[in-house]
């Protein structure tokens, strides 16, 4: 006899980090589980600094007591114009202790964070863990059909697709969306230097995109230094030690010699923006949903955010429900494009050198360094609460 189609409240396409919270969040809301796709732990240099809300609620699955050792605080984001124009201003600093916080939040090697996600989930007997591949799903008004690339199937009342901008998920379900590319890469490693970060990341705004130093425990950071693909390539084939000259340089000496001190990584940049994040059975969340430069510690957070307002929404008796789906892509509509659109706008400001291009980023910096309110609103805003 041919054996049932296994059936979960929720399946979850995708075991990165905001898909490993989306399942660890609807297992503690109660819901059946299956989190789809091979699980990657590999290092490549590559941090996230997840704010307060963030931070807030991975506690919240216990998991931030697995990287209390592993993460550093960030006390000062500093800003600094390093683009030559005319109109630069001096360094600007935003200090948690402006809206009451010890730190914005906390930064922590991607591969540790996704390893401390993956450990609590197996600790959790309502998530089920299938590492095959989606190869493809369908859904009705009832339930959402999923077959993996060996043959097994499986139904779901609700599919959340954290599968990435290639998501197979928004693909099967036709959620269009656009996409764009950037005339940059991204450079991602850890360092260790001879001065004290000070809980302090400086980003530098440069010609070619910004290069930020974000602290790590001791005298280590990471480092994501956007660069032109062609100066991507030369970086990456330095050795350690012309590799370490090279962000000394480019960083000001700021944190004094530099050494390199883990993998390194370099990555074309690009864009997506979704027509709408929800479809019948169906939820984007993460980089199915929305990518953008690593400017502001905005993408993991976002999706973290997106996780949260997908559990607000998911109905107890049906997840997966139209209303709630509905309520959820109201939800995410404006948070997403406002700050997918904010880092885009100053993405490429950096790359023109028009002189009212200029003129107009000096203007907002001088206004959040000379005006104590805008700064401190856009200092909470880059910390909004999960789910609001």
Avoid at 44 to 57: E, K
Avoid at 200 to 212: D, I, K, L, N, Y
Avoid at 301 to 328: C, F, K, S
């Amino acid at each position: 006899m041919p054996q049932p189609t296994p059936c979960f409240d929720v399946a979850i396409v995708g075991p990165g980090p905001v898909g490993a919270a989306a399942a660890l969040a609807m297992a503690q809301k109660g819901f059946r589980v299956a989190l789809i796709g091979p699980s990657s732990a590999r290092r490549d240099g590559r941090t996230v600094a997840l704010m307060d809300g963030s931070w807030r609620l991975l506690a919240g699955f216990g998991v931030t007591k697995r990287l209390k050792d592993e993460a550093a605080p960030l006390a000062t984001m500093r800003l600094v114009d390093d683009t030559g124009s005319l109109f630069r201003r001096p360094p600007t600093e935003f200090k948690a202790h402006e809206i009451g916080l010890d730190q914005f939040g906390w930064n922590v090697e991607t591969a540790i964070l996704s390893a401390a996600l993956l450990e609590a989930i197996a600790a959790e007997p309502a998530i089920t863990r299938l590492d095959g591949v989606l190869s493809s799903m369908n859904a009705d008004g009832h339930m959402a059909h999923l077959t993996l690339a060996d043959g097994k199937a499986l139904d779901a009342k609700l599919v959340a697709g954290a599968d990435g901008r290639r998501s197979v998920v928004r693909a099967a379900m036709g959620i269009g969306g656009k996409h764009w590319q950037y005339p940059q890469a991204a450079l991602t490693t850890i360092i260790r230097h001879s001065r004290a970060h000070r809980d302090v990341s400086t980003e530098f705004h440069t010609r070619s995109g910004p290069c930020t130093t974000v602290p790590l425990p001791g005298r280590r950071s990471s480092i994501v230094w956007m660069v032109t693909p062609q100066e991507g390539e030369r970086l990456m084939a330095l050795d350690d030690s012309a590799l370490g000259m090279a962000i000394e340089e480019r960083t000001h000496s700021i944190l004094g010699a530099v050494s390199i001190d883990g993998p390194r990584g370099c990555v074309p940049m690009g864009g997506l923006s979704v027509e709408r994040f929800s479809a019948q059975r169906t939820a984007l969340i993460g980089e199915a949903a929305h990518v953008f430069p690593p400017i502001g510690a905005q993408g993991l957070n976002l999706g973290l955010r997106d996780v949260a307002a997908l559990v607000n929404a998911a109905e107890a008796a049906d997840p997966g429900a139209a209303d709630g789906l509905a309520t959820y892509d109201r939800s995410r509509a404006s948070d997403v494009r406002t700050r997918t659109g904010a880092v885009d706008a100053l993405n490429r400001s950096l790359l023109s050198d028009l002189l009212p291009v200029d003129f107009a980023r000096g203007l907002g910096l001088l206004a959040l360094d000379s005006f104590a309110p805008l700064r401190r609103f856009v200092m909470r805003q880059g910390l909004t609460p999960l789910g609001r």
